[in-house]
């Protein structure tokens, strides 16, 4: 089982940006697909963003779409989620997921068969 750490998280302004990373340890990382959710207050917790094991594809929510990339580093065992033209509505606690492959995210959304991480908080003011 993969076990995964979450970081860089923070209060910015409407506008700015932030690079999430999720540290993975554990069983082989650059065997997973990874996937950030996100949950806003009193929401349920929804998909942002998913990347390959190979890293050869990616897929994004709507919601993030132009505003967010996805990108993993297998050699350093990390996936990152950069954040531009932050709004306020993307305030929320962020989690990555490890999955066998890409297409359990869309099919199971947020209650997969995940590794998660603890999550990290971002909140954009405006």
């Known amino acids: 089982q993969v076990q995964l750490v979450e970081s860089g998280g923070g209060l910015v302004q409407a506008g700015g940006s932030l690079r999430l990373s999720c540290a993975a340890s554990g069983r082989t990382f650059s065997s997973y697909a990874m996937g950030w959710f996100r949950q806003a207050p009193g929401k349920e917790r929804e998909l942002a963003a998913t990347i390959s094991s190979s890293a050869g594809s990616t897929y994004y929510a709507d919601s993030v779409k132009g505003r967010f990339t996805i990108s993993r580093d297998n050699a350093k065992n990390t996936v990152y989620l950069q954040m531009n033209s932050l709004k306020p509505e993307d305030t929320a606690v962020y989690y990555c997921?490890?999955?066998?492959?890409?297409?359990?995210?869309?099919?199971?959304?947020?209650?997969?068969?995940?590794?998660w991480g603890q999550g990290t908080q971002v909140t954009v003011s405006s």
């Open positions: 997921a490890a999955a066998v492959n890409s297409g359990i995210f869309k099919t199971y959304g947020p209650r997969g068969p995940y590794a």
